[in-house]
């Protein structure tokens, strides 16, 4: 079966820099959601998407965006990017009708030098 | 904001034995979801449950089964005849229902050792 497909999956920045972080839902899934898992850490929501429209926002900084496309995948960017954005970023989808049942892709390793 | 609290940090297991994991949770909602994930050492996060709040009768996945407890807002995983790759942190997760408030909260985990 299809999963979610996370590019890349590791992403090694210095800091200043810029990443953009790029997620590919399970077809027919209309809901992309992120996540960030710092070390040590449960994973913390940032921001989904339906429909390409954004429904919901957590604790994201204003040095990130993201959107999704009209093929529904979508991207996170991040610049500025400090230390503490050091962590590994889910990307996870869910499928119309399915409420609340998230799959979650392999996460991209962001390490920020 | 809705809470959820997982307990045991660390908890061990026997394989083939059976042990249970408690999560509880904080909402004045009265429609929701919550989730057991697992997350191995690979880091996947992988859904082992899912359960529906308007739902009495307790999920069951093979040899995974839940006990929700509505009024004390408990959410317990039970795993029976444990394995080893059954080894890796847990976490609860709570989901509302409402539409574009459907982020996952998570607990701070359980990391379950299966000894030999």
């Known amino acids: 079966a299809a999963g979610v497909i996370q590019s890349p999956r590791h992403l090694i920045k210095e800091k200043r820099e810029t990443a953009t972080l790029k997620c590919y839902p399970i077809?027919?899934?209309?809901?992309v959601y992120w996540y960030q898992q710092g070390p040590g850490q449960d994973p913390q929501f940032l921001i989904s998407f339906y429909e390409k429209m954004q429904s919901d926002k957590g604790s994201i900084p204003d040095r990130f965006s993201a959107q999704q496309f009209s093929d529904y995948h979508s991207e996170l960017n991040m610049s500025s990017l400090e230390l503490g954005d050091s962590a590994l970023y889910f990307c996870a989808s869910s499928p119309i009708g399915r409420k609340g049942e998230q799959f979650f892709g392999p996460g991209t390793r962001l390490t920020v030098l | 904001a809705q809470t959820v609290t997982q307990s045991q940090p660390e908890m061990s297991v026997q394989e083939a034995e059976t042990v249970t994991l408690s999560c509880t949770y904080d909402?004045?909602?009265?429609?929701?979801?919550l989730f057991w994930y697992k997350q191995p050492p690979s880091r996947q996060m992988i859904l082992v449950i899912r359960?529906?709040?308007?739902?009495?009768q307790n999920a069951t996945e093979n040899r995974f089964s839940v006990n929700f407890q509505k009024a004390a807002k408990s959410f317990s995983l039970k795993i029976s005849d444990s394995q080893l790759g059954d080894a890796a942190m847990y976490f609860c997760a709570y989901d509302e229902s409402n539409f574009g408030n459907e982020k996952l909260t998570f607990g701070t985990g359980t990391r379950l050792t299966i000894i030999p």
């Open positions: 359960q529906e709040a308007y739902k009495q």
């Open positions: 909402t004045s909602e009265s429609d929701y979801y």
């Open positions: 077809p027919r899934h209309d809901t």
